[in-house]
T-cell receptor, first 114, second 115 residues
Framework: DGGITQSPKYLFRKEGQNVTLSCEQN?????MYWYRQDPGQGLRLIYY???????QKGDIAEGYSVSREKKESFPLTVTSAQKNPTAFYLC?????????????FGDGTRLSIL | AQKITQTQPGMFVQEKEAVTLDCTYD???????LFWYKQPSSGEMIFLIY??????QNATEGRYSLNFQKARKSANLVISASQLGDSAMYFC????????????FGTGTRLQVFP
């Protein structure tokens, strides 16, 4: 079955450490997104990419970095510069140039500080 | 700027009854799309239903339907014949146009279905 796989499900970060969240999709979608969700809130966009080797900052990109070397993969690195990384992170993908199509989401990664 | 407002932090409904979850939006675009997602306690976001601004009919998908009132800028989700498995967070979202195509989310409504 096609879908989006995020790993790990739970992740713990020590002070000063960078951690990378994995996102892989086999839906053949061009666009991929990273969202952050804080308790009791909706999702906010961190980064997005509509084509391989290109990505753009979203609304809350500070302290995060991404790469898009393959169409299927869009990993997110939470750097030590992100002072409040504890949150639920969701990766999504969609077809470009068809606004009627929904974004499909992975199961998410919960990141906590040790 | 586009904005989604969900004013009901929590709703309760008895099993087999219908429930309406409110969503209002603000946009200056003439063409836009509205989505509803369900988020169970496990965390995944499940797409439920879509309404396009130019769609003449209200969208329906099984037990889900949209009460779309364009002039009032509202897109309320109606769940008929509620089931215990419907207990979850529900988010209304609007798709921003080019270049990001990102989704702008409301703060969500927590629905609890009781027997």
């Amino acid at each position: 079955d096609g879908g989006i796989t995020q790993s790990p499900k739970y992740l713990f970060r020590k002070e000063g450490q960078n951690v990378t969240l994995s996102c892989e999709q086999n839906l053949n979608h061009d666009a991929m997104y990273w969202y952050r969700q804080d308790p009791g809130q909706g999702l906010r966009l961190i980064y997005y990419s509509q084509i391989v080797n290109d990505f753009q900052k979203g609304d809350i990109a500070e302290g995060y970095s991404v790469s898009r070397e393959k169409k299927e993969s869009f990993p997110l690195t939470v750097t030590s510069a992100q002072k409040n990384p504890t949150a639920f992170y969701l990766c999504a993908s969609s077809i470009v140039a068809d606004s009627r199509q929904p974004q499909h989401f992975g199961d998410g990664t919960r990141l906590s500080i040790l | 700027a586009q904005k989604i407002t969900q004013t009901q932090p929590g709703m309760f409904v008895q099993e087999k009854e219908a429930v309406t979850l409110d969503c209002t939006y603000d946009t200056s675009d003439q063409s836009y799309g509205l989505f509803w997602y369900k988020q169970p306690s496990s965390g995944e976001m499940i797409f439920l239903i879509y309404q396009g601004s130019y769609d003449e009919q209200n969208a329906t998908e099984g037990r889900y339907s949209l009460n779309f009132q364009k002039a009032r800028k509202s897109a309320n989700l109606v769940i008929s014949a509620s089931q215990l498995g419907d207990s979850a967070m529900y988010f209304c979202a609007m798709r921003e146009g080019s270049p990001t195509d990102k989704l702008i989310f409301g703060t969500g409504t927590r629905l609890q279905v009781f027997p």
